[in-house]
């Protein structure tokens, strides 16, 4: 929810071209914003707006992922994660060892590869346990999955264009801050803790000259 909620778009009418030319040099022009963007910003075509230190655009929360909801997306999928791993445990201890006298036939696996034919043919409470299970299944893969896809990203302070890049490397402690703010230490506990990021996402300058 804090993914949608938190805008890191940007806004035009407010955000203005700085007048220092070491800086104005490194804003590019949106073709279709028809307006001047800061560096480490690119226009999303699905949300059609441009967006600070734009990672990607994330299908599962349909906003995109930038400078000022990264922390969000990362503890969303950490979470996600840590919370079907914990449902998957639990169920496999009640599907496999406490019943396993009615699950440990063929057609569980009918279940598990058909679930919505499964449900529509022999509608019960056992086939809807199983249906959770594997929904769990694919929810601790999909976002574990995804944090080792984007934790070399993460961890190099780059965003997905800049994959290849350590221009902007301020190594782990800063590449973290950067992402989680400056009290990064206690983000985890909830979303609505407050903790301010040391970049505006506006005046990147990078560290090397690889961009």
């Known amino acids: 929810m804090a993914c949608m909620l938190v805008d890191t778009s940007i806004k035009m009418h407010i955000l203005k071209p700085p007048l220092e030319p070491h800086l104005l040099k490194r804003w590019h022009m949106c073709d279709i914003c028809q307006a001047l963007v800061p560096p480490r910003s690119w226009h999303c075509e699905t949300c059609d707006v441009c967006v600070l230190k734009r990672n990607h655009h994330c299908r599962f929360t349909c906003c995109c992922i930038?400078?000022?909801?990264?922390?969000?997306?990362?503890?969303?999928?950490?979470?996600?994660?840590?919370?079907?791993?914990?449902?998957v445990i639990n169920a496999s201890i009640?599907?496999?060892y406490l019943h396993a006298d009615y699950y440990?036939?063929?057609?569980?696996?009918?279940?598990?590869?058909?679930?919505?034919?499964?449900?529509?043919?022999?509608?019960?409470?056992?086939?809807?346990?199983?249906?959770?299970?594997?929904?769990?299944?694919?929810?601790?893969?999909?976002?574990?999955?995804l944090l080792i896809f984007h934790r070399p990203i993460f961890q190099r302070g780059a965003v997905m264009k800049?994959?290849?890049?350590?221009?902007y490397n301020l190594g782990l402690r800063g590449n973290i801050e950067m992402v989680l703010g400056k009290r990064m230490y206690w983000t985890w506990l909830s979303p609505f803790v407050r903790s301010e990021l040391p970049h505006d996402g506006v005046n990147w300058l990078p560290l090397t000259k690889e961009e």
């Open 162 to 167: 800049e994959r290849s890049s350590n221009a």
């Open 94 to 96: 009640y599907l496999w």
């Open 66 to 87: 930038g400078h000022y909801n990264f922390r969000y997306f990362f503890y969303f999928l950490f979470y996600m994660g840590l919370g079907a791993l914990y449902v």
């Open 104 to 145: 440990w036939r063929p057609y569980t696996l009918v279940t598990i590869l058909v679930p919505a034919i499964s449900l529509t043919v022999h509608a019960s409470w056992e086939n809807f346990y199983l249906v959770i299970y594997e929904l769990n299944i694919l929810a601790f893969a999909m976002s574990t999955l």
